[in-house]
């Protein structure tokens, strides 16, 4: 694999139910995002990462968990799903952060929608 | 608070120039990103600005003015596979990107 990839591509989801998106880079970088896609509205941030083994809340943690427990993988879970939870979820990664020129590359995203 | 405002939809003709505005009010500024998005797929990037002024790289340019709070991109000789959105996007204070909600650029031919 090159680059970012994320599973499923897309999914429907009856509410209450528990979802794992998973992510999974190979470039070694050290920073992971999730970020939520909806129209009209910017990406918003849910939960990053700077390194393996830390995770930090984004502007919309509330539903959402993650964890990093290696370099390359950066998983999602929404523990009981609520239909406002439907948008595209769109994963991303960074070299590091605090650099100015830390570009952010982004997955192919996945679309969740929950009934 | 933090806000990116950049217009919701423009409308270009193949062959022309457009420019996609792109004001910003964030705490802390440590750079302006543009991105490409394709209906369906991902943010790809295009530029960087953190100093004054205008960065060209091929038919794509991105300028900054820091004082002003203000980015634009400048499209040339528009191609039909230049219709996709462009987001504006800056980072803050503690390295995190503050996204605009996207232009639409809609080429006619």
């Known amino acids: 694999i090159a680059g970012i990839t994320q599973a499923p591509t897309s999914q429907i989801l009856a509410a209450g139910r528990r979802m794992t998106l998973r992510c999974t880079q190979d470039?070694?970088?050290?920073?992971m995002y999730w970020y939520r896609q909806d129209l009209g509205l910017g990406l918003r941030l849910i939960h990053y990462?700077?390194?393996?083994?830390?995770?930090g809340k984004g502007e919309v943690p509330d539903g959402y968990s993650v964890s990093r427990a290696n370099t390359d993988d950066f998983p999602l879970t929404l523990a009981s799903a609520v239909p406002s939870q439907t948008s595209v979820y769109f994963c991303?990664?960074?070299?590091?952060?605090?650099?100015?020129?830390?570009?952010?590359?982004f997955g192919p995203g996945t679309r969740l929608t929950v009934l | 608070g933090q806000n990116i405002d950049q217009p919701t939809e423009m409308t270009a003709t193949e062959g022309a120039i457009v420019q996609i505005n792109c004001t910003y009010q964030?705490?802390?500024?440590?750079?302006l990103f543009w991105y490409q998005q394709h209906a369906g797929e991902a943010p790809t990037f295009l530029s960087y600005n953190v100093l004054d002024g205008l960065e060209e790289k091929g038919r794509f340019s991105s300028f900054l003015s820091r004082s002003k709070g203000y980015s634009y991109l400048l499209l040339k000789e528009l191609q039909m596979k230049d219709s996709a959105s462009y987001l504006c996007?800056?980072?803050?204070?503690?390295?995190?990107?503050?996204w605009g909600a996207g232009t639409k650029l809609i080429i006619k031919p």
């Open positions: 996007a800056v980072s803050d204070s503690n390295y995190q990107l503050i």
């Open positions: 964030t705490s802390g500024f440590n750079g």
């Open positions: 990462s700077n390194t393996a083994g830390t995770t």
């Open positions: 991303a990664s960074s070299e590091s952060v605090g650099l100015p020129t830390d570009t952010q590359y």
């Open positions: 470039m070694r970088h050290n920073a």
